[in-house]
């Protein structure tokens, strides 16, 4: 069974500046998806940034970049010139592909908090 | 992009009654969609696998007398909490893959339903 950590249960970061939330998981799969969602106040789920492990280059989507490092399994997120709309819980989540049953299992989530 | 809608937004209900709740792929067919539980500042919880035409797949510890699962067409998924009880107030979100096409990675998420019972 994988399993996906956030160790850090909250982060705070001054508007404008940049910040990393980390992830890390497990298994012993060799092709897989990586995930960050976003949920805002709204509780709304928003797909952030994601990765496919057999890609060696990590993604980026504008302002979002991940560092994937496959062989250390981790999978940390880095948000460049905080706004305060990025303010929201972020779940990092791991998906084996396998057709249209392929669940997600996320993890406990981090609270970020932007300041102005 | 796909979306997915839920229905009620919110619901209240009394202790003891049963509740419907309503997911809908409105621009993608989906034959699997997903039911998760959330609490307040936790993660998703997943509940049940639904699958059109044929029974719903439970999580361990989820009773399936009590959370009923309908996947009728390729469009929609319901959830009834019957016999709903207070310990039952919860978030619910739904989440469907698209069945082909250049998204059939990605899951969608419909808003989510707040359940509170009384």
């Known amino acids: 069974a994988q399993t996906v950590t956030q160790s850090q249960p909250e982060m705070s970061v001054q508007e404008a500046e940049t910040v990393t939330l980390s992830c890390t998981y497990d298994t012993s799969e060799s092709n897989y998806y990586l995930f960050w969602y976003k949920q805002p106040p709204s509780r709304q789920m928003i797909l952030v940034i994601r990765?496919?492990?057999?890609?060696?280059q990590n993604a980026t989507e504008n302002r979002f970049s991940v560092n994937f490092q496959k062989a250390a399994k981790s999978f940390s997120l880095k948000i460049s010139d905080s706004q305060l709309g990025d303010t929201a819980m972020y779940f990092c989540?791991?998906?084996?592909?396998?057709?249209?049953?392929?669940?997600?299992?996320f993890g406990k989530g981090i609270t970020l908090s932007v300041r102005p | 992009g796909a979306v997915v809608s839920q229905h009620p937004s919110w619901v209240i209900c009394k202790s003891g009654t049963s509740v419907k709740i309503e997911c809908r792929s409105l621009d993608f067919q989906a034959t699997t969609m997903f039911w998760y539980r959330q609490f307040p500042k936790q993660s998703l919880m997943l509940m049940a696998t639904s699958n059109e035409g044929s029974k719903a797949t439970y999580e361990q510890g989820v009773e399936k007398d009590k959370f009923l699962i309908n996947h009728a067409s390729l469009t929609l998924s319901t959830l009834t909490v019957t016999s709903a009880h207070p310990e039952d107030s919860s978030f619910y979100i739904c989440?469907?893959?698209?069945?082909?096409?250049?998204?059939?990675?990605?899951?969608?998420f419909g808003p989510g339903t707040r359940l509170t019972v009384l």
């Open positions: 990765q496919e492990a057999y890609k060696q």
């Open positions: 989540a791991f998906m084996k592909p396998t057709g249209a049953n392929s669940k997600l299992t």
């Open positions: 989440s469907a893959p698209p069945t082909s096409g250049r998204l059939y990675n990605e899951q969608f």
